[in-house]
T-cell receptor
Framework: SQTIHQWPATLVQPVGSPLSLECTVE??????LYWYRQAAGRGLQLLFY??????ISSEVPQNLSASRPQDRQFILSSKKLLLSDSGFYLC????????????FGAGTRLSVL | GENVEQHPSTLSVQEGDSAVIKCTYS??????FPWYKQELGKRPQLIID?????GEKKDQRIAVTLNKTAKHFSLHITETQPEDSAVYFC?????????FGRGTSLIVHP
């Protein structure tokens, strides 16, 4: 069966520090991968999605970036965190881009102080 | 692009009552409509979905209806229980990335 791992679960970072969140999927090949941010416990904002290695589409321009160095690995990064980057970050995968279930990771709660 | 509106933003019911959450979408090419439940501090999880070739789907106390002509779909929960309390998200997808609604916070009072 397929599983998705996301870490860390909780992160407290100072303003201006770098960020690296990692997500891996097991049990499937060539998944579509997504990064979402959820502020104030509501609303799923799509940040990035990827349909293959090295293929990243950005939905919201900001100081975050994403990379997919391996088929089942998706990384969310920032060189310098802002206070507004605080939130709940969710990684997800699906078989297809649209007409399919999205399976979410457990999420990372990021607090930027 | 697709635009999904979800109402209400908050819904408070008594245990045993029914709850209905409604969503509208704008793109007639959308053909997949999932509903996700997110308990506090946890990940969203699919509870039911419907495709555009079906008008209604039911799974125990949960049902979803789809009106393609009017471009709206609804989630129905009957005999609500306290454990149904959560945020519910609708979404509309097709050949593109699904667009999510803003969520409905359902509170079931014992």
């Amino acid at each position: 069966s397929q599983t998705i791992h996301q870490w860390p679960a909780t992160l407290v970072q100072p303003v201006g520090s770098p960020l690296s969140l990692e997500c891996t999927v097991e049990g499937t090949s060539n998944p579509n991968l997504y990064w979402y941010r959820q502020a104030a416990g509501r609303g799923l904002q799509l940040l990035f999605y990827s349909v293959g290695i090295g293929q990243i589409s950005s939905e919201v321009p900001q100081n975050l970036s994403a990379s997919r160095p391996q088929d089942r690995q998706f990384i969310l990064s920032s060189k310098k965190l802002l206070l507004s980057d605080s939130g709940f970050y969710l990684c997800a995968w699906s078989v297809t881009t649209g007409s399919d279930i999205q399976y979410f990771g457990a999420g990372t709660r990021l607090s930027v102080l | 692009g697709e635009n999904v509106e979800q109402h209400p933003s908050t819904l408070s019911v008594q245990e045993g009552d029914s709850a209905v959450i409604k969503c509208t979408y704008s793109d007639s090419a959308s053909n997949y409509f999932p509903w996700y439940k997110q308990e506090l501090g946890k990940r969203p999880q699919l509870i039911i979905d419907i495709r555009s070739n079906v008008g209604e789907k039911k799974d125990q106390r949960i049902a979803v209806t789809l009106n393609k002509t009017a471009k709206h779909f609804s989630l129905h929960i009957t005999e609500t229980q306290p454990e149904d309390s959560a945020v519910y998200f609708c979404a509309a997808g097709g050949s593109y990335i699904p667009t999510f609604g803003r969520g409905t916070s359902l509170i079931v009072h014992p």
